[in-house]
C-alpha cells in the first residue's frame, strides 16, 4: 500500500489463536501459484490463471510489498490477506480507501480461518493507520464472500453491475470506543 511506506515493515508476526500472519517467503511460492491458478479460489475473480505462466511470471518471493500477509497454519501457508490502497475504483466511495482483499486455498474453506485472518489484518491496519475505514468488494453471488463481510462488521455502501455480475462495496470502520 503506498502510504504504508511510513509504516515500519515487515510487522513483526501477527498471531492469532490458529493461525500467523507474515511476511511472504520463498518457501510460500508455490502455494501462490496453486491460489492463482484454482479454479475454485478464482471462480469469483475473473477466473484461474494458466499454472505455465504462472511458473514463468512469479518471483522467487511472491507479493513482497507493504499490505500483503501470508496466512500460515502450522508452519504452512493456506492463504493471503491483501491491504493496498484502492487508487483506481468502479465506485467512487472505494478510491483512497484501503481495500481488503484475501484469498485462501480450498481445503482452507468452512473452518473459520479467513474471518480469524482478516480480523487480525483489520485490528493491525488499525493500530498503523488509526481510524481509517476499509473498504470490500466482492460479487453478491459469492456466498461465502458476503457472510464473511458481514462477520468482519463490514456496512455496505452500494451494489453495482460489473464484470457481468452484481458486485457489493462495503465499508469497515474500526469500533469507535465507548466515553
Known amino acids: 500500500m503506498e502510504d504504508l511506506g511510513l509504516v515500519a515493515w515487515p510487522p513483526a508476526p501477527i498471531r492469532t489463536g490458529r493461525l500467523v500472519l507474515r511476511e511472504p517467503e520463498g518457501r510460500d511460492r508455490a502455494v501462490f501459484i496453486e ?3 484454482s479454479p475454485e479460489v478464482n471462480a469469483y475473480l475473473g477466473g484461474p490463471r494458466r499454472r505455465d505462466e504462472l511458473e514463468r511470471e512469479t518471483p522467487e518471493v511472491p507479493e513482497r510489498w507493504p499490505g500483503s500477509f501470508v496466512v500460515e497454519l502450522d508452519g ?7 491491504l493496498r490502497r484502492a487508487t483506481r475504483h468502479r ?7 484501503a481495500d481488503l482483499g484475501y484469498m485462501f486455498l480450498p481445503r482452507a474453506w468452512g473452518v473459520g480461518y479467513a474471518a480469524e485472518a482478516c480480523a487480525a489484518a483489520l485490528a493491525w491496519f488499525d493500530g498503523v493507520l488509526p481510524g481509517e475505514p476499509v473498504v470490500l468488494t466482492t460479487q453478491t453471488a459469492n456466498v461465502g464472500s458476503m457472510r464473511l463481510a458481514a462477520k468482519l462488521r463490514f456496512r455496505e455502501v452500494e451494489r453495482f453491475e460489473a464484470w457481468g455480475a452484481e458486485q457489493w462495496l462495503g465499508m469497515w470502520s474500526p469500533a ?3 466515553s
Open 35 to 37: 491460489l492463482l491458478s
Open 76 to 82: 504452512a501457508m493456506i492463504g493471503q490477506i491483501l
Open 91 to 97: 465506485r467512487p466511495a472505494a478510491v483512497g480507501k
Open 176 to 178: 469507535t470506543p465507548s
